[in-house]
DNA sequence: TTAAAAATTGACGACGCGTCACGGATCGTT
DNA sequence: AACGATCCGTGACGCGTCGTCAATTTTTAA
C-alpha cells in the first residue's frame, strides 16, 4: 500500500491537506445522504440522519450544506450535469427533425434505464408523494433544449412554432414516459424513446403497436 | 315522544351538533392551511402555522389529520374531484380522435387557468422545487384516462397503440405546458390546448405557427 | 336532570434545528 | 524545526415543533 514511502513524491498529496479533506467531507455528506434518502425517502430525512451515517459532527454539515434540500440539489445536479452534455452533443448532430428528437429520446431514455435506482432515490420520497427540484442546472438544461429549438426553426429545420411550449412538452413526455418505463418489469428505452418520437414525428396514428413488434417507421 | 309532536323540528340542525362543528373545523382546518401554504409555501409550513391560522388547539389538529402532508393531500384530492367527472364527460362524448384529444387538452388547460393561483398553491413550494402528489384519487384520475383510451382502441377510435405511454405522455404534456401556460403574462388556454392537441393529432409538423414577424414566409 | 360518550385543550418529554465558543489541526514564515 | 495565524471540526445550547395524553368541557342519550 505504502509504496510513496518508497518513492518520494508518487504526488500523495495534489492538494494541500485542508483542500483534501474539505472534497472529501463533502463527498461523505453527499453518499450519505444518496443512502439515507434511498432508505427513509427524503420527506423523513433529517440532517441528523444524514450526519449520524458519517463520522462527522452535527455541526460540521453546516459548513457544506444550507439545508436537506441543499443537499438534494446538489445531487441532482450531479445528474443533470452527467445527461446535458450527452443531450446537447446529439441534438447538435442533428440533421433532420426526425434525429433531433429521436436521438433526444434515446439518449434520455436510456440514462434513465441505467440510473434508474438513482432516478428513483431523486423522484419518490416516501408515499405517493413524487418530487422534482428544477435547480439552476436543470433549468438550464431546459433552456438548452429550447435555444436548439429556437436555432433549428431558424435553421429551417423545424417549421416557427413556439419552442417554449414545445420544449416543455419533450420534458412532459420524456419524464413521464421514462417514469413509467422505469415501473415495468422489462424495462425497453428503445421501445419508450420510439414510441415518443413517432408521436412527435407524426402524432397518435404513427404511434407503433402495442402488441406486436410492429413494421417500424419512426427513426431515422 | 309528545314533545316532538308539540314542538315539530323545523330543522335547525339537520345534523347533530357534533357533526356540525367537525365538518366546520375541519374546513376551519384546510381553509387555514391553504391560506398559509400560499404565504410560506409547503415545506416551510408547520402544523403549528396552521392550527395557529386558527383558534382551534394544537392537539384538535391531529383529530382530523395525521399531519400537513395529510392536508395537503386533502386539498389537492379537491381539486381532482373537481375536474374528473369533467373530463371524463368530455372524453366519453368524443367520437373521433381529434375530439377525444382536443377536449381533453381545452377541459385542462381551461381548468388551470381558472385556477391558476390553487394550482401555483399546490404545485410551488418556496424556492425551486416544485411539487407534485399522486394521491390515490389522482392517480385514479390517471388510471381513467387510460381506461378510456383503452376503450378508443377497441371501438376502433383509436389505433391499437401502448395505452400506458399515451396516457403518460397527455398527462406530461399537459402538466408541463399548462404550466408554462399559467406563467405567461397573457394566459390563453385555447392556444394552449390548441397546441398540445396538433402535435398529439399530427405531430410536430402540424403545429399551429407561434406569431412572430414575418421576415420570411417559408414553406409549412 | 344526570351520567356516558365524544371532542377540545394545552402542557409535556422528546427531538431536530441552526449557532457559536472552544480547541486541535494545518499553513505560511522565519 | 518552531511559531503564530488561520481554518475548521466539535458538541453543547437555546429555541421551536412534534405527537401524545390526562384533564376538562361539550354534546348526546336516557
Same mark, same amino acid.
Not at 514511502?5 to 504526488?11: D, N
Given at each position: 500500500?505504502? !509504496? ?8 500523495p ?12 467531507? $463533502?463527498?461523505?455528506? @453527499?453518499?450519505a ?19 449520524? +451515517?458519517t463520522? @462527522? ?36 448532430? +442533428? ?6 428528437? !429521436?436521438?433526444?429520446f $434515446? ?10 435506482? %438513482?432516478?428513483?432515490?431523486?423522484r ?5 408523494? $413524487? ?39 419533450l ?19 428503445? +421501445?419508450?424513446? !420510439? ?10 396514428? %404513427? ?14
Amino acid at each position: 500500500m505504502d !509504496s510513496s514511502l518508497l518513492k518520494p513524491i508518487a504526488r500523495p498529496e495534489p492538494l494541500g491537506k485542508r483542500e483534501q479533506t474539505k472534497v472529501q467531507n $463533502r463527498e461523505l455528506i @453527499l453518499e450519505a445522504a444518496r443512502k439515507v434518502f434511498a432508505e427513509l425517502g427524503f420527506g423523513a430525512t433529517t440532517v441528523r440522519d444524514i450526519i449520524r +451515517a458519517t463520522p @462527522l459532527a452535527s455541526g460540521t454539515f453546516y459548513n457544506y450544506f444550507k439545508s436537506k434540500e441543499e443537499v438534494f440539489q446538489a445531487i441532482q445536479d450531479d445528474v443533470a450535469l452527467a445527461i446535458r452534455p450527452r443531450l446537447r452533443d446529439e441534438r447538435r448532430k +442533428a440533421k433532420t427533425v426526425e434525429e433531433f428528437i !429521436s436521438s433526444t429520446f $434515446r439518449t434520455f431514455m436510456e440514462f434513465v434505464a441505467e440510473d434508474h435506482m %438513482t432516478v428513483r432515490t431523486i423522484r419518490h420520497t416516501a408515499d405517493t408523494t $413524487r418530487f422534482r427540484v428544477d435547480t439552476p442546472e436543470v433549468v438550464a438544461g431546459f433552456e438548452e433544449l429550447r435555444e436548439d429549438i429556437e436555432k433549428a426553426i431558424q435553421d429551417g429545420l423545424f417549421p416557427p412554432i413556439d419552442a417554449d411550449y414545445l420544449m416543455a412538452s419533450l420534458v412532459g413526455v420524456a419524464f413521464e414516459v421514462g417514469e413509467r418505463m422505469v415501473q415495468r418489469e422489462k424495462r425497453d428505452p428503445v +421501445a419508450a424513446a !420510439s414510441f415518443a418520437t413517432a408521436l412527435f414525428i407524426g402524432g397518435i396514428r %404513427t404511434l407503433p403497436n402495442a402488441d406486436r413488434p410492429a413494421a417500424e417507421t419512426g427513426t431515422a
